[in-house]
C-alpha cells in the first residue's frame, strides 16, 4: 500500500491525514493545537506539525505530504532565515488603516484588476503596509516574505535558519502555490506573476517571495530532522485553507461550496478570474489551475449558538423547533449581523429581529428565523459570486451546523440550487492529500467523497423576500 499525507495548519490547530493512495481511504490521523491569538510566533506552527505528524505515525511509510495552511498570514524573515516578528494573521484587524491607505493610493478598481482583491486588514499587502509605518525598524530588516503554508514547507523540505535546520537559510528556496499567492494582495490570478510595485509599495522595498508552484508541482523533498521519524518524502506545492477544502471536496467548476463555521464561507471553482471593484467576492485562484471567487461573512453557526442559549434548547432541539414553523416564520426575520458584518461590509452593525406579532411570537417561529437569516446572509454571499459569472449547478455545504436535518431543509428552500451534505470530515487536509497523490503521479486523483444528504431545490421565495426587505433597511 502506498500513502500519502495532507496536512491542514488552521487557526486553531493542526491536522494530518495520511491516505492510500489507490483508494482514497483515511487510514490514520493526527493531530495538535496552535496557540490563541491573532499574532502567533510560527515557531508554535512547526512544533504543532511535528507533533501532529508523529501522532498520525510520522512519515517513514509516507512517499509524498503536502501542507494546506490558513491564508494570508504575514511571515517575515530576514537574511539569515530567522522569523523577524510574530505573524500576524488573517484574523488580525490592526492592518485595516494600511488597507484604506493602498485604496486611496491605488484605487479600488485599479486594484481589483492587478489582483482580483480591494485590499482589507485580512491580506498580507496591508499587514506588510502597517509593519512599514509601524514597526520601520522590523520592516527595514525583512528579506522575505512567506505565508503560514510557504514557511512550513520549507521547514519541511529542511530549510531554516542555520542552526534549526540541516539546509540553511536559503531564502530564494521558498516556494508557494496560486491559492495563497492570490490572497496576498500583490499576485495577479490573471496573469500569474508577482506585482512587485504593490509589494513595494507595502513594504518599502522589494524582497525574496515564494517561487508559484503549478497544481501537481512538487516543492522538493523531505530532509531528515524534521520530526521524529525522519525520512525524505515527496513535498507538495501546498495550498491556501479554501482551495485545499476546495481540492479535498473533488469540486469542479459549476459547483459552490458553503461553509458554516464560526463564520461563513461561499465560494465557487470557475473557469474565469473575479474582478470585484466592491470587493464583496475575493478573486482568488484555486489549487487546480482554475479560480475560486471567494464571500465571506462573519455571522455562522454563532447564530444558531446564540438562539439555542435565548430558547434554552440543543441545537438539535432547535432544528425540531424551525421544521415545526412554516416556511418564512410566520413573517418574522432575523438580519444576523450580531458583530458586524464582512459581506455587505457593515463593521458597526449589530443584528435585528423584525415582523413579530403576538401571534407570530413562538418558539418556532423564532427557532426558523434564526435559521433562514443565517443562510439568507450565505445566499446574499452566493449572489455575489453570481455577478462574477457563476452558474452553479450544485452547493456542497460543509462544516458542523450543516449536519443538522433543519438547516438542511431550509437551505434547500433558501437556495435555488441542489443542496449536497458531504460526510463530516477534515477537508482541508484531504485536498493536501489530494496534491500529495498529484505530485507522486502526475494525475489528480479521482477519490470518492461521501455524502449523508442530497436535496433537490424547494424554493420558497417568501424566504429571501422578507429577508430582503429587512436587510435592505441597513444600506438606508
Known sequence: MTLVAGVDSSTQSCKVVVRDLDTGEVIRTGRAS???????DPA??????????DGAGGLDDVAAVSIGGQQHGMVALDAD???????????????????ADLIEEFGA???????????????????LRWLRDAEPDNAARVAAVALPHDWLTWRLRGYGPANESPLGPVLEELTTDRSDASGTGYWSPATGQYDRDLLIAALGHDAVLPRVLGPGEPAGTGASGYSASASAVAIGPGAGDNAGAALGL????????????????????TDTPACDVTGAVAGFADASGAFLPLVATLNAARVLDAFTRVLGVTHDELGSLALAAEPGASGAVLVPYFEGERTPNLPDATASLIGLTLTSTTRENLARAAIEGMLCALADGLDAVRAQGLDPHRLLFVGGAAQNPAVQAIAAQV?????????????????AAVQA????TGERPAWPVQTVASLAADHRPVIREQYRAA???YQA
Not at 90 to 99: F, H, M, Q
Not at 250 to 269: C, E, K, L, N
Open 250 to 269: 473533488g469540486a469542479q467548476p459549476g459547483d459552490a461550496i458553503v461553509s458554516i463555521g464560526t463564520s461563513g464561507t461561499v465560494f465557487a471553482v
Open 81 to 99: 532565515g530567522r522569523v523577524i516578528r510574530d505573524a500576524l494573521l488573517w484574523n488580525d484587524t490592526r492592518s485595516a488603516g494600511a488597507a
Open 109 to 127: 478598481q485599479v486594484l481589483a484588476e492587478r489582483t482580483g482583491l480591494v485590499p482589507v486588514a485580512s491580506f498580507t499587502s496591508t499587514k
Open 415 to 431: 437556495f435555488d440550487a441542489a443542496v449536497v451534505i458531504p460526510e463530516p470530515a477534515e477537508y482541508v487536509a484531504l485536498g
Open 437 to 440: 497523490a498529484w505530485v507522486l
Open 34 to 40: 496552535h496557540p490563541d491569538g491573532t499574532s502567533v
Open 44 to 53: 508554535a506552527w512547526w512544533s504543532a506539525l511535528r507533533e501532529a505528524l
Open 471 to 473: 436587510a435592505g433597511a
